[in-house]
């Protein structure tokens, strides 16, 4: 999957007015705005970077050879159906340094610099993929990756941070890796490692909702509730035993992009109504 905006058609026009202009038509996508990104789910945010790392797998390994991408800004992506998607490449290159010893393979960000080491060709060695893979670290990771994210989950996410920031793995490891958490979250293995033990009792009401009672937490799928995903039923109590205020939960029929289910939760169940594609669970002790 390249994560790269679609060319739904183009038009070359030259004229007297208008000379040698080429206008494309590519699908739309949304600005990619940092501040509301945080605000939004670990699982969203993940999406996020594991598309990123998708793009620049593809670029370290296209037809063309390892493409980097000079201007590796934000606003130079997109965000498509959840999925960040690169809107120019104008400033892409194919070309690798040239180099007749180490110090010619200089690379310097502002937090930091790093050598890599010169090949027996000349070539400063996989100097595309390492300047991507250093500005996927510096502009996504660091933010979205392990923020908020589930705690099992919370020291390999730390690893492929701390190894991206420190370039001691390629784009081809950090895919892995990535691909690895999105396995582990999807089964629910990253479960298998916790202490699953209900502090409450619940009482199970199929066919019904809770239509309020609803508070807020974050980060939340709703701007009003608290609507959270989970793996299955038995996450579900866990999230509302570690809420005060949660008395009762509300499964609905709807996924997130991972398959989990979205879960309402509720501060009371004084006012319970049929629906016959969810159930309610509520805290009948404490």
Not at 3 to 15: A, I
Not at 102 to 114: K, L, Q, T, V, Y
Not at 146 to 172: C, F, M, Q, Y
Request: net charge negative.
């Amino acid at each position: 999957m390249l994560s790269r905006l679609l060319l739904y058609g183009y038009c070359y026009q030259d004229s007297n007015d208008i000379p040698d202009t080429l206008t494309t038509i590519t699908e739309l996508g949304s600005p990619l705005e940092m501040i509301q990104l945080l605000q939004t789910s670990w699982e969203d945010r993940f999406r996020i970077c594991l598309s990123l790392v998708r793009l620049l797998h593809y670029l370290a390994h296209s037809p063309l050879g390892s493409v980097t991408l000079l201007d590796f800004r934000p606003r130079q992506f997109v965000i498509v159906d959840g999925e960040l998607k690169v809107t120019d490449l104008d400033d892409a290159s194919i070309e690798e340094s040239s180099c007749t010893s180490n110090s010619d393979c200089f690379m310097e960000f502002p937090a930091r610099n790093f050598t890599l080491p010169c090949s027996v060709e000349g070539r400063c060695q996989n100097m595309n993929e390492k300047r991507n893979l250093y500005n996927a670290y510096r502009f996504f990771f660091t933010y979205l990756l392990p923020h908020s994210a589930p705690s099992s989950l919370r020291p390999l996410l730390d690893k492929i941070v701390n190894a991206t920031g420190e370039l001691h793995w390629g784009i081809d490891e950090t895919a892995a890796q990535l691909e690895r958490v999105l396995n582990l979250y999807k089964s629910g293995e990253y479960l298998q490692n916790t202490t699953r033990i209900p502090k409450a009792e619940y009482r199970r009401v199929p066919e019904a909702f809770i239509p309020d009672e609803n508070y807020r937490c974050w980060p939340s799928y709703h701007h009003k509730g608290c609507l959270l995903s989970v793996f299955d039923v038995n996450e579900a109590i866990e999230i509302c035993d570690s809420y005060s205020q949660c008395k009762a939960f509300v499964l609905t029929n709807q996924t997130t992009w991972t398959g989990r289910q979205l879960v309402f939760f509720k501060t009371a169940s004084n006012h319970i109504l049929p629906d016959p594609d969810k159930i309610t669970y509520v805290k009948v002790t404490d």
